[in-house]
């Protein structure tokens, strides 16, 4: 065909036949796209899950969770409003204000002590529909420790006559606190009034460390000896530093040449096939236009494979793969800037060459 017959258009389905067309070498290379931007996806899935692992991991040990209390002599305590406000503060998730531990025996359990602690919480982290005392008693929670050694008892009543109703187990981040082996009567958080022990505060994975001590500075407190301290003191390395400095990071440019290898492998694979292009009369520039737009097609199976696999992804287990798609796209440019350095070393080269790399 002569290169006064090569439009755009017929290039366009010229293109489309030489890569999806039956019986063409190229469908396979389509389908390694394909794979290839799916199986992106899927390491993005990966890394996300590893992510979310490490820092609920953390979580649960009390990484993002400080303790505010104060140091010195008994009278010393913390302002319960003050603690309250910091439900308030930037990078906070939930504040727990406890109060001071108070011993009391039971009659279901003969002479042993329980510590009661009055603590405030807040409504929209903790049911609290249940609060308020009853003819059954005051609804308490049990730590996890007591709970197992109360076993079946529900209903606990003091020594000095107040009955006291288990309803409900501590939760996990109450657990934090040491207070499974107490008794805690929950409170809404705005209503604590006069003085408490201790804030629990749980922030944000993403807050810097510097966010303990901003805190703390911002309690009131019967003397200035407030201190803060993390509850999981010794984590290492920030696993959002981690995620940013994963050594998956280098496998997309690396993804990228090898691909462009793929291309240049087809190209020295069809060197005859190129020839006789260029032997019926088509110029180097149509050429090179033609393969450029073989590339665009693979590429454009690549894209839509990892885009379509990363939407699925993101839907089916809330994670944002699709967050990690710059690194998909530096892959893509590779890949592109590659093949078309490629594409015009294919289209420039000697037809009596290209016809003797069969």
């Not at 030489?18 to 992106?40: E, H, I, K, Q, T």
């Not at 303790?67 to 603690?83: F, K």
Request: include cysteine.
């Amino acid at each position: 065909m002569s290169d006064r017959s090569w439009r755009l258009s017929t290039l366009c389905v010229e293109a489309v036949r030489n890569v999806f067309g039956r019986g063409s070498r190229l469908r396979v290379v389509a389908l390694l796209f394909v794979a290839v931007g799916s199986a992106l996806s899927l390491l993005s899935l990966n890394e996300w899950r590893q992510l979310d692992n490490d820092v609920t991991a953390l979580q649960r040990q009390g990484w993002t969770t400080y303790l505010i209390g104060v140091d010195g002599e008994n009278n010393n305590a913390i302002s319960a409003p003050s603690c309250s406000r910091l439900a308030t503060a930037n990078g906070v998730i939930s504040v727990a204000a406890i109060g001071q531990r108070t011993l009391q025996q039971f009659t279901q359990l003969g002479p042993r002590t329980i510590p009661i602690v009055v603590v405030g919480l807040s409504a929209e982290q903790h049911d609290l529909r249940d609060t308020a005392a009853t003819t059954d008693g005051i609804p308490v929670m049990a730590g996890h420790d007591l709970a197992k050694s109360l076993e079946q008892v529900r209903t606990l009543t003091a020594t000095r006559g107040t009955t006291y109703q288990i309803t409900q187990l501590i939760p996990k981040d109450l657990a934090l606190a040491n207070l499974d082996g107490s008794i805690v009567i929950p409170q809404p958080l705005d209503r604590m009034a006069g003085n408490v022990h201790n804030c629990l505060v749980t922030v944000t994975p993403s807050s810097d460390d510097a966010i303990g001590l901003r805190l703390a500075s911002s309690i009131s407190a019967t003397t200035l000896q407030v201190s803060t301290r993390r509850v999981l003191t010794s984590v290492g390395t920030h696993p959002y530093e981690r995620f940013l400095r994963r050594p998956g990071l280098t496998i997309y440019p690396a993804i990228g040449t090898l691909l462009a290898l793929v291309i240049a492998l087809t190209y020295r694979s069809r060197a005859s096939e190129l020839g006789i292009y260029r032997i019926a009369g088509t110029s180097r520039l149509a050429l090179f236009v033609l393969l450029a737009l073989e590339n665009g097609l693979l590429l454009g199976c690549w894209a839509l494979s990892a885009a379509t696999s990363s939407l699925a992804i993101e839907h089916l287990t809330s994670f944002p793969t699709t967050a990690t798609w710059e690194r998909q796209l530096i892959a893509l440019g590779i890949c592109s800037a590659l093949s078309a350095v490629l594409a015009t070393i294919a289209a420039n080269r000697d037809v009596t060459t290209m016809l003797k790399d069969r």
